[in-house]
Nanobody, 118 residues
């Protein structure tokens, strides 16, 4: 599985950005696609997740502001980020995983930088 992320950039507080992640390769086996982020000096954290069936999950810090969606026909996941705050500044990573029995394989896209600053 290969993941190609796009859509990062700089935005002022209160603004919006939309990240996209296109998957290719063995996409039919993907169980879920996720967005993680890593701010300078901090650990990578899960921001939003969406399963193959469309079930979503969000970090508490982004609930009500970020929305993850999935276009299965295009094997693409989007992360709509609204009401951005400086604390959202981070490198965002697209992730997909395939779980078979007790084995899980993670795939990562290249990071895309999101900067929220006035």
């Amino acid at each position: 599985v290969q993941l190609q992320a796009s859509g990062g950039g700089m935005v002022q507080p209160g603004g919006s950005l939309r990240l996209s992640c296109a998957a290719s390769g063995n996409t039919i086996e993907i169980n879920a696609m996720n967005w993680y982020r890593q701010a300078p000096g901090k650990r990578r954290e899960l921001v939003a997740a969406i399963t193959r069936g469309g079930t979503t999950n969000y970090a508490d810090s982004v609930k009500g502001r970020f929305f993850i969606s999935r276009d299965n026909t295009k094997n693409t996941v989007h992360l709509q980020m609204d009401s951005l705050v400086p604390e959202d500044t981070a490198v965002y990573y697209c992730n997909a995983y395939i779980a078979i029995s007790s084995s899980r394989t993670d795939y990562w896209g290249q990071g895309t930088l999101v900067t929220v600053s006035s």
